[in-house]
Each structure stands twice: as C-alpha cells, then as structure tokens.
T-cell receptor
Framework: DGGITQSPKYLFRKEGQNVTLSCEQNLNHDAMYWYRQDPGQGLRLIYYSQIVNDFQKGDIAEGYSVSREKKESFPLTVTSAQKNPTAFYLC??????????FGSGTQLSVL | ELKVEQNPLFLSMQEGKNYTIYCNYSTTSDRLYWYRQDPGKSLESLFVLLSNGAVKQEGRLMASLDTKARLSTLHITAAVHDLSATYFCAVDIKQGGSEKLVFGKGTKLTVNP
C-alpha cells in the first residue's frame, strides 16, 4: 500500500541535543512538507520541498533543518537552537496542487 | 500575510442537531481543503473545493466555497457522536513560484448524546 511513514512515533530530546525525524513516502509525490502542531492549535509550516535538492522555509523554520536528497525522503532535524521543541510533528506530501496526504506523526518531548 | 480564520474554535452540540463551521481567509485563492483529525491521530482529507460555488457532500457533511467572499462553510446535518473530531480548513496559496497550504486553527467538535 502506498503511503507516508513517519518514525519514530515518540521521541525524547535532551537539552542541547539535535534529533532527526524521519519521513518516507512511496506515493511518487514531488512535494513534501513538515508541519508542527501544538495542543489546541492549527498546523504551522516548518519547511517544504517541491523537488529533490530544493526546499523552502515555512513560517517557523528557525531551529529546524531539512534535506531532500531523494524524492522519497524528507527528514527533519530539530536542532538545539529550537528552545521549545515539544510538539506533534506531521509530514505530508502531494502532487502539485492536489490534496495533502499525511503521515501518522511524531510526538517530540523534552526530557 | 495570509490569515485563515475558523469559527467557532469549539463547538458542542447535541446529536440530531445541525450546525455550520465557517472558514474565512484573507487573500485570493481558488482552492480550499477540509480535513478531519481525531485525537492523537493524523489528518484525513474530507473535501477539496476547486472553484467558486463548489459544493461537496459526504454523508452528514457538506462543504461549500465562495471565492468572492473568501469564505468556506462546513455544514453538519443531524450530528452523530462519530462526527466528534477537530476539523481544519486549509487554503492553497502561491508564494515565490511554489504553492503551500495554510491551515486554520481548527474547530473542535463534540457531539453529545
């Protein structure tokens, strides 16, 4: 079955540590996105990529980094510069101007 | 800067009643999406509205789009408990040669017996 796989489901970060969230899709979609969701809030765009080896900052990119070396993969690194990383992170993908398909999410917490 | 505003943000209703959720947005767009999210889960696509006057219906939910008013509605008919969830609208915008979706804050719907 085609879909988007995010891992891990739960992740804990120690202070000063960088952590990487994985996102893989086998839908052959060109575009991929990372969103952050805080309790009771909507989704805020962190980074997005329309094609391989290219990506753009979203509305809240500070403290995060991404890469897009393969069409199928769009990992997100939460760096130590992100002082408030506790949130639910959602990866999504789509064909141009079509609906987004979402992964099951990663809950990141700080130890 | 694009703003997408939903109201109400919280909605508690009784089974069997009707209600409407509103989604207003501040810039031109020809494409709007509605998603559903259950607690602790991911988002599920409900509707894609592609043009002015578009109306889509599935079960007890009906969505419409008025691009001139920059308004979309999600109407719930004869609510049942299974509709309890958070509903998001999202607007497709073009920025710097690429497209992205901007989401509203969501409407948390609770349907009581």
């Amino acid at each position: 079955d085609g879909g988007i796989t995010q891992s891990p489901k739960y992740l804990f970060r120690k202070e000063g540590q960088n952590v990487t969230l994985s996102c893989e899709q086998n839908l052959n979609h060109d575009a991929m996105y990372w969103y952050r969701q805080d309790p009771g809030q909507g989704l805020r765009l962190i980074y997005y990529s329309q094609i391989v080896n290219d990506f753009q900052k979203g509305d809240i990119a500070e403290g995060y980094s991404v890469s897009r070396e393969k069409k199928e993969s769009f990992p997100l690194t939460v760096t130590s510069a992100q002082k408030n990383p506790t949130a639910f992170y959602l990866c999504a993908s789509n064909r141009r101007r079509e609906k987004l398909f979402f992964g099951s999410g990663t809950q990141l917490s700080v130890l | 800067e694009l703003k997408v505003e939903q109201n109400p943000l919280f909605l508690s209703m009784q089974e069997g009643k009707n209600y409407t959720i509103y989604c207003n947005y501040s810039t031109t767009s020809d494409r709007l999406y509605w998603y559903r999210q259950d607690p602790g889960k991911s988002l599920e696509s409900l509707f894609v509205l592609l043009s002015n006057g578009a109306v889509k219906q599935e079960g007890r939910l009906m969505a419409s789009l008025d691009t001139k008013a920059r308004l979309s509605t999600l109407h719930i008919t004869a609510a049942v408990h299974d509709l309890s969830a958070t509903y998001f609208c999202a607007v497709d915008i073009k920025q710097g040669g690429s497209e992205k979706l901007v989401f509203g804050k969501g409407t948390k719907l609770t349907v009581n017996p």
